[in-house]
């Protein structure tokens, strides 16, 4: 009987070097994977912790939820600019943050955001501060109530009820749902401005002399950061006719060099930019609870990337003198109607009015000559519509008195100094 002989295994070769170094390249990516899934859910928890913490109630709930997709109908966000004396700013404000007599927080400056749907267009109207409106009865944070007002002047409104009763009131007079909310304090602006490393903005005129601010600027381009870019938002005096109407002007000369900033390569194209924005802007508002979820921040900027800036428009709310006031202005209720209306209806809007409301800006002269497109309504359809089918809207001509500029529009503050 034969003898099967015994088994001989193969001989283990020895790893080469370049094995073992595809060997521990696997490992290392394998840890590397799963280290930033931990870290990057533990970042987002964390975000989302600490939005959660400051967040407050809105009555207009979202028409659905967050997803990493985006938003598929219109919606509006209201910004909120505060005046309170947090640490960043009261020692640089003297009277303002030491007199007991300007005790309080006032909601200086208002904004909504409105976003249409399909085509996107964005309109931003801002509201005087010294507007005249009814504010509703609210409840503030805690706990107590106020009864309501006929007549005040908007900035009232976050002093008697926070944020909740600024979105209540501005919601009142423009008729507009509002689900997203967010507020910021001087400090806040500091802080949010110095993330992205300041906005370059332009100085026109004769310069900007405003002691008041703490500026004395010779005309020209200049790149504002921390408490310069405050001082450049508050500024009054140093600016067309002084008064608050020709702020609103220079505010939305930095919202929109902002705004072309951020949709830059030097933004975008920057994670350590991008991820420090996202943590200062997180530890800087204090937002709605509908806007406290990073991926429901991540889906509203998603749906605003690809707006073209010729379809962002900047715009104040329209305003007529207040007959027993001077000093304080009241919803011009007509030109107001047909701005809400051409929003509600997604209408192209073309301003008729000035750059700016009080001279506060100018048309930059150092940008392209060439005019922006006039808005167009959305194309047509390839094919023959069906009989029912919805034209698109006109273009809306704003009445006069709806002062602003396009995206694509650059302007100058008109400095007095």
Request: aromatic share 6%.
């Amino acid at each position: 009987m034969p003898v099967t002989p015994p088994a001989h295994h193969a001989e283990r070769r020895p790893d080469s070097g370049v094995r073992r170094g595809l060997k521990l390249a696997a490992i290392a990516l394998a840890v590397l994977v799963v280290a930033s899934v931990a870290v990057g859910g533990f970042y987002a928890w964390s975000l989302t912790q600490r939005l959660q913490e400051a967040a407050v109630p809105l009555p207009d709930a979202p028409a659905e939820p967050p997803a990493l997709s985006a938003y598929s109908g219109p919606f509006a966000v209201l910004v909120v600019g505060t005046d309170e004396c947090d640490d960043v700013v009261a020692g640089a404000f003297g009277d303002r943050c030491s007199d007991p007599e300007n005790a309080g927080t006032r909601n200086d400056v208002n904004m909504l955001v409105h976003v249409s749907a399909d085509p996107r267009r964005v309109t931003v109207v801002s509201f005087p501060r010294d507007l005249q409106v009814e504010i509703p009865e609210c409840t503030a944070e805690d706990g107590s109530t106020f009864s309501g007002a006929f007549k005040a002047s908007i900035n009232t409104a976050y002093e008697a009820g926070g944020l909740t009763c600024v979105a209540a009131t501005v919601s009142e007079l423009s008729g507009q749902s509002i689900p997203f909310a967010a507020k910021v304090s001087f400090g806040n602006v500091v802080n949010i401005t110095d993330a992205i490393g300041g906005v370059e903005v332009c100085i026109g005129g004769d310069g900007i002399d405003d002691p008041d601010a703490g500026i004395q600027w010779a005309a020209g381009p200049r790149v504002v950061k921390g408490f310069d870019a405050l001082a450049f938002l508050r500024t009054r005096k140093g600016i067309g006719d002084e008064s608050d109407l020709a702020r609103i002007g220079n505010q939305q000369q930095y919202l929109s060099r902002l705004l072309n900033k951020l949709r830059s390569d030097e933004v975008l194209s920057n994670p350590g930019t991008l991820l420090g924005l996202a943590n200062t802007a997180v530890n800087n508002i204090t937002p709605s609870e509908s806007l406290a979820d990073p991926v429901r921040i991540a889906q509203l900027a998603y749906t605003l990337k690809d707006v073209p800036f010729d379809d962002i428009t900047f715009v104040q709310y329209p305003v007529d003198d207040d007959p027993d006031d001077s000093n304080r202005v009241i919803p011009s209720e007509e030109s107001a109607a047909v701005l809400w209306d051409a929003l509600d209806r997604n209408a192209p809007i073309a301003l008729t009015g000035d750059l700016g409301s009080n001279e506060g800006v100018i048309a930059d002269p150092s940008a392209p000559t060439a005019a922006p497109s006039e808005p167009t309504a959305a194309p047509a359809e390839s094919g023959t519509p069906a009989p029912d089918a919805t034209p698109a809207p006109d273009v809306v001509e704003l009445p006069s008195n709806v002062n602003g500029s396009k995206a694509t529009q650059a302007t100058c503050s008109r400095g007095n100094g």
